[in-house]
């Protein structure tokens, strides 16, 4: 909670910690969030400015934060903002822009590659990130790979892929080493595309196309993961039951083999969806950790490990909207979400799921929050939320941070 005197904004910080001990009851301690309280970061004329949660809006690269938003009509631009402490704002960098606006909230999507000890590829990585938008109501697929310095975006190559038809729908995408950038958009996967050191090029005659059975409209999310000798892209569909995953041979970001398998079911239909890879060092187990929210309400959470589909649990009964999950170290879980016009953390401290925690009670007051996003690992230690708020425009794209 931030400390006032004498009416001046003194610590911005959240106090409090994480206990992963046992109460005096023998039950499992109770989850108090420290970081920093939510700072407002720009103004947009879109209420959907950071539209769809499993499409990530925020990054930290251990020296900045970047948040990355749609504009919306009349400008019809992807922009960013970067900060170092998380409170002052640079004034936002406009990424692109538009020629006809896209159906909803710029299908923006970051993607930044798996810095764990993995060994997909070699050269090592040559871009720090990817984001893919999408415009001209989803017929227009936009895709650019930047460099970091200081906290300047740069970008080292575009590429639209033309002659879609996909109508509706949003896309996710995961940029996995040097060379291979996968996208997911809702039936399809397109992969992959050559991401190469100096101008852009192609390293594959042609995108090749798989269905993997999800819905016409809605949306998937891909990441990676690895079993003994095999790489595999796991794929989540909006608007379908299936759990998929793509096996294929990899040496050197090269081979294209295998086909799409189903693997997996939630068992029933569900909406907003959200899922994390927590490899990240040598050492860290292959895992992918799914948020849902089923058509009965509940919000769940699933793990998928072994090219196993664990057991459902169901974390709040009703109510809850825009889940997020992040993971942590040493197998921790942060799952947000909003409900009741607020924004809550669920808490998984390795051992204990911890109640939720409504965050900021004293620090914000929320006018609508919606479209929470977050980044997919800890990043330096943090945990970082963005989200949008209003009701009208002008819209605000607000952000705040958890320590891990």
């Not at 060994?119 to 930047?146: E, L």
């Amino acid at each position: 909670m931030p400390l006032r005197s004498g009416g001046a904004l003194e610590n911005e910080r959240l106090r409090g910690k994480v206990s992963i001990g046992l109460n005096t009851r023998g039950l499992p301690g109770t989850f108090e969030p420290a970081g920093l309280a939510p700072q407002k970061v720009a103004e947009t004329d879109e209420g959907d400015a950071t539209r769809d949660t499993y499409q990530r809006k925020v990054f930290y690269d251990d020296a900045n934060f970047f948040v990355v938003y749609w504009t919306g009509a009349p400008t019809k631009q992807v922009n960013y903002t970067a900060s170092a402490d998380g409170i002052t704002w640079a004034t936002p960098v406009t990424l692109w822009t538009f020629s006809v606006a896209p159906y909803y909230g710029g299908n923006i999507d970051i993607q930044y590659p798996n810095k764990g000890a993995k060994t997909w590829h070699t050269p090592p990585i040559a871009y720090d990130f990817s984001i893919i938008f999408s415009g001209s109501n989803g017929t227009n697929w936009n895709w650019c790979c930047f460099t970091i310095s200081g906290a300047v975006l740069t970008a080292k190559g575009a590429s639209q892929l033309a002659s879609t038809t996909w109508q509706g729908g949003s896309i996710a995408a995961n940029l996995i080493g040097t060379f291979e950038l996968w996208i997911a958009h809702n039936a399809s996967i397109i992969a992959p595309k050559g991401l190469v050191v100096g101008p852009w090029a192609t390293s594959r005659a042609a995108s090749t196309t798989v269905s993997h059975g999800g819905s016409t409209t809605g949306g998937a999310q891909i990441l990676p993961y690895e079993t003994s000798g095999d790489f595999n892209l796991l794929v989540l569909a909006k608007g379908g039951d299936n759990i998929l995953y793509y096996n294929t041979t990899d040496p050197g970001g090269y081979a294209f083999l295998g086909t799409f398998t189903a693997i997996a079911t939630l068992g029933t239909g569900f909406s907003d969806f959200c899922a994390a890879s927590e490899a990240q060092e040598a050492g860290d187990p292959e895992r992918i950790h799914l948020v849902y929210i089923k058509s009965t309400g509940e919000l769940c959470y699933n793990k998928f490990e072994n090219d196993e589909l664990g057991v459902e649990k169901v974390l709040v009964a009703s109510g809850a909207s825009y889940p997020v999950i992040a993971c942590g170290s040493g197998g921790k879980l942060y799952i947000s979400y909003v409900k009741d016009g607020k924004i809550w953390v669920i808490h998984y401290n390795g051992i204990f799921w911890l109640s939720a925690v409504e965050l900021f009670t004293a620090d914000h007051t929320y006018n609508n929050p919606v479209y929470l996003s977050s980044n997919q690992n800890v990043q330096g230690g943090k945990i970082c939320l963005v989200w949008t708020e209003g009701t009208e425009s002008p819209y605000e794209v607000w952000f705040c941070y958890l320590e891990d």
